[in-house]
């Protein structure tokens, strides 16, 4: 049932839009229908968490590489999504549909025993402990 309510609502959003015909619209699969790197009139759903090689997810507007480390899941994945949050050509829409990402969809797209080493990760990561010192010397 969700399912095909899900799928009732993108085509009345699609034939709202009228860039494509019924035809056209049925005979393309749901894979299809993904963006790596939506634009500014795209209508965006969902953020869809993924894991992949790096050459792969070249054209992904947001990503973040993972090579072997020691954090745990939930640590990469938070701090994913705030490197994510951060992102200079983010709109509102996709920030807030990557906030609203269930944990346990990100938690299940990641591999144990990884850190994250993305460019600029250290000085994001540097920036939040400065933050964190600075809360607690204003608490006291």
Do not use: W
Request: aromatic fraction near 4%.
């Amino acid at each position: 049932k969700k399912r095909k309510k899900e799928k009732e609502e993108v085509q009345a959003l699609q034939a709202q839009e009228q860039f494509l015909d019924q035809a056209m619209l049925e005979s393309m699969s749901e894979i299809d229908k993904l963006c790596s790197n939506p634009k500014a009139d795209d209508i965006l759903l969902y953020a869809i968490p993924v894991c992949g090689p790096h050459a792969s997810l070249q054209n992904f507007k947001y990503k973040v590489k993972l090579t072997p480390g020691k954090m745990k899941r939930g640590r990469m994945a938070h701090a994913s999504v705030n490197m994510m949050m951060n992102h200079p050509e983010g709109t509102s829409r996709e920030k807030d549909l990557i906030k609203f990402t269930p944990d346990n969809d990100l938690f299940a797209n990641l591999i144990s025993n990884a850190k994250i080493s993305t460019p600029g990760m250290k000085k994001f990561m540097e920036n939040k402990k400065q933050k964190g010192k600075q809360n607690a010397i204003a608490k006291k």
